[in-house]
């Protein structure tokens, strides 16, 4: 179980938003919803560690994250805005890299595999800095194919992406939540996943 309490987030002078509380069981999701600048990539930076907790709780198997945050990470991946690859890798150097950090190795076929179904056949072994802005999301995506964590943190995923990428990351969120995952996620495009789930719109 996720489980958020009574969040708040200010900038400056400005409140963000308060008292934003919500549960994901497994196999549930949520999408975020909210007008523009009102906070909601702000909200899953905190979700995820990578911004300081103001006010609230945030617990993870019915535990506060504060009190064991190492196993919350091992059972979290978040993708943002800044896609977190390095440039002068290739696709496949990143999602093993990526596999070594998050505590196991993906071998060279089931990395290769990942990045054929995310549509970057023949684009494996190219540095990521010549790929473009959606080839480099789909780089990015590829990573979950080969996630063994339990919750999904998505900041706009399917921005970038044709309809034939979008399609397939639908797929791979579905077969995510049948396995019991969790996916918490931002999106501008209608969001149609299997399984338990619902809305939350963020207001200051």
Known sequence: MFSVSNLSCSRGDKRLFS??????????????????????????????????????EISWKNQSVAQNPDDF???LAYLGHQLALKE????????????????????????????????LRGREQLPVRVLSQGQKRRTALARLLSSRAKLWILDEPFVALDLAAQEVL?????????????????SHQAVALAGAGHSYRLTA
């Open 88 to 119: 002068d890798l290739t696709p496949l150097e990143n999602l093993r890299v990526s596999s070594a950090i998050s505590g196991y190795e993906l071998s060279v076929p089931e990395a290769m595999s990942a990045l054929a179904k995310m549509g």
């Open 170 to 186: 639908s797929g791979v969120i579905n077969a995510h939540l049948q396995h019991q995952g969790m996916v918490l996620l931002t």
């Open 73 to 75: 990470r091992q059972d």
């Open 19 to 56: 008292g934003v509380s919500f549960t994901l069981a497994p196999g549930q999701w949520l999408h975020l919803e909210g007008d523009n600048g009102v906070g909601k990539t702000s909200l899953l930076r905190i979700l995820c560690g990578l911004s300081a907790l103001e006010d609230g």
